[in-house]
């Protein structure tokens, strides 16, 4: 089977095509080209993307590294509430953790409640009424914290404004300043 006509030669003498139609033709022939010949033919070969730097640390803790507590939720449970411990108390120590050293200093630098002068993280987990999903958000919660730590944020490049810039803030300036100053009422003397 022959490859589909260019759009060229399907718009060749069709009087009254709008440009909407010949719009939609073309987006219509470029998804075409995207996904592949109708006929079955083979796709195009995706291109390869170079790997992105991360910053991000895929870090999971170990689970002798946790501490769990249960203790009593005052969360929903109605009367439930009362007579068992579905609340969580976690614990991680983050001196004797597997964490990067980098990682470390920057958690114990933090001025986050939930790290304690020891260095030890503290999450209380209590949103559900299962004591199994109460462990399972506290360890997720960790791993948020301990993602948002090894996160190093871009250094800022100084950079200063060009010189056309300047003329355009100062131009536009001076008209607010013009359009200001018509507003005025004029003294009458």
């Given at each position: 089977?022959?490859?589909?006509?260019?759009?060229?030669?399907?718009?060749?003498?069709?009087?009254?095509?709008?440009?909407?139609?010949t719009a939609m033709q073309a987006a219509s022939s470029r998804l075409h080209i995207a996904c592949g010949p109708a006929w079955g033919g083979p796709a195009p070969a995706p291109r390869e993307q170079p790997p992105m730097p991360s910053s991000e640390l895929n870090w999971h803790p170990n689970p002798d590294e946790l501490e769990f507590d249960a203790i009593r939720?005052?969360?929903?449970?109605?009367?439930n509430v009362n007579k068992v411990s579905?609340?969580?108390?976690?614990?991680?120590?983050?001196?004797?953790?597997?964490?990067?050293e980098a990682v470390?200093?920057?958690l114990l630098a933090w001025a986050d409640q939930r790290i304690t002068s020891e260095g030890v993280v503290v999450i209380k987990a209590q949103d559900s009424r299962s004591l199994e999903r109460n462990r399972a958000?506290?360890?997720?919660?960790?791993?948020e914290l301990v993602q948002a730590a090894a996160h190093v944020p871009k250094a800022?490049?100084?950079?200063?404004?060009?010189?056309?810039s300047q003329q355009r803030r100062l131009e536009g300036k001076s008209k607010r300043s013009d359009v200001k100053a018509g507003r005025r009422s004029k003294p009458d003397y």
């Open positions: 089977m022959s490859p589909s006509p260019s759009l060229a030669a399907l718009n060749a003498g069709k009087p009254g095509r709008s440009p909407e139609g939720a005052s969360g929903p449970g109605g009367q579905n609340a969580v108390h976690l614990r991680f120590d983050i001196r004797a953790s597997s964490l990067p470390k200093a920057r958000d506290a360890v997720a919660r960790l791993v800022r490049r100084a950079t200063k404004p060009t010189y056309g």
